[in-house]
């Protein structure tokens, strides 16, 4: 607990974290409002049925389902602050080394792995902060909306509270992929560019290449997107499990395994690496 506090005091003590708390809140609003444009969609959806095929036709169908909407509104701005969220991680670590004060944290505790699963500890309580303070504005501005489209809060519906908790899962998870990141890359401009690439590049090269193959291949491909640690997490918080998707569960075990392997690889190589 002592090494967990001392890196909650490193973090409150830089303008990191709340600078990324400012750029969260614009972003969050943002989100919310290309939630509303795609839930007036699937509500009411304009594409004509003779244009579009029975499984895209089951697809919007399914995502113009009450629970469905009331999940999407619930767990709203997760594709951007699970990106903060890791860049966040990442920093945990390479401002240690931007700083260089690196020697002197394995000096004063030259456990090497004691001080990273601190720094997963002391990122995952911040990751969890900012899904507490997230889920609050969600619950209270989704149920307004979701009024508003006539539905009900659906917060009697145990899907729901699902796809808040695994949310929440994913925040965490996130965590540690970003300390994860920071400890196999070092330099804090590289790590962070790094991440922002794998995450968002992913994100959305993943979404045009998937895309393109399912029209030519068949809507199976769709599956793919499994592997992409970004839509894994998106899978993770639907509602329900989607027509022509993975199941939800399956895009949790991916992020966990992405996760323990990030965190795993990157404790190996702080206790071997020359930190001098």
Do not use: C
């Not at 992020?255 to 190589?269: D, N």
């Amino acid at each position: 607990m002592r090494l967990v506090r001392s890196e909650l005091l490193k973090i409150r003590t830089t303008s990191v974290w709340w600078i990324f708390a400012l750029i969260t809140l614009p972003l969050w609003g943002l989100t919310l409002f290309i939630n509303y444009i795609q839930a007036s969609f699937y509500l009411n959806p304009t594409i004509p049925q003779d244009q579009i095929s029975p499984d895209q036709q089951a697809q919007i169908a399914a995502a113009g389902d009450p629970v469905n909407v009331a999940a999407s509104f619930y767990t709203n701005g997760q594709l951007l602050s699970l990106m903060i969220i890791m860049l966040l991680g990442i920093i945990v670590v390479t401002s240690e080394f931007f700083h260089q004060t690196v020697t002197t944290t394995f000096l004063t505790t030259p456990h090497r792995t004691a001080v990273v699963l601190a720094k997963l500890a002391a990122g995952a309580l911040l990751g969890l902060a900012f899904w507490i303070v997230t889920t609050v504005l969600n619950i209270a501005t989704g149920g307004l909306i979701l009024g508003h489209f006539g539905l009900g809060s659906q917060l009697g519906e145990g899907a729901v509270w699902q796809a808040i908790g695994l949310n929440g899962l994913a925040y965490l998870l996130w965590t540690a992929i970003g300390v994860g990141l920071g400890v196999l890359i070092r330099s804090q401009i590289g790590a962070t560019v790094t991440g922002i690439m794998l995450y968002l590049g992913g994100y959305i090269g993943a979404l045009i290449v998937i895309g393109v193959l399912a029209n030519r291949f068949g809507d199976w491909i769709n599956k793919l997107q499994l592997i992409v640690p970004s839509l894994a997490s998106q899978l993770m918080v639907t509602g329900t499990n989607l027509p022509g998707n993975p199941p939800r569960w399956a895009g949790a075990a991916v992020l966990i395994g992405y996760a323990v392997v990030a965190g795993v690889i990157g404790t190996l190589i702080m206790r071997r690496r020359d930190v001098s």
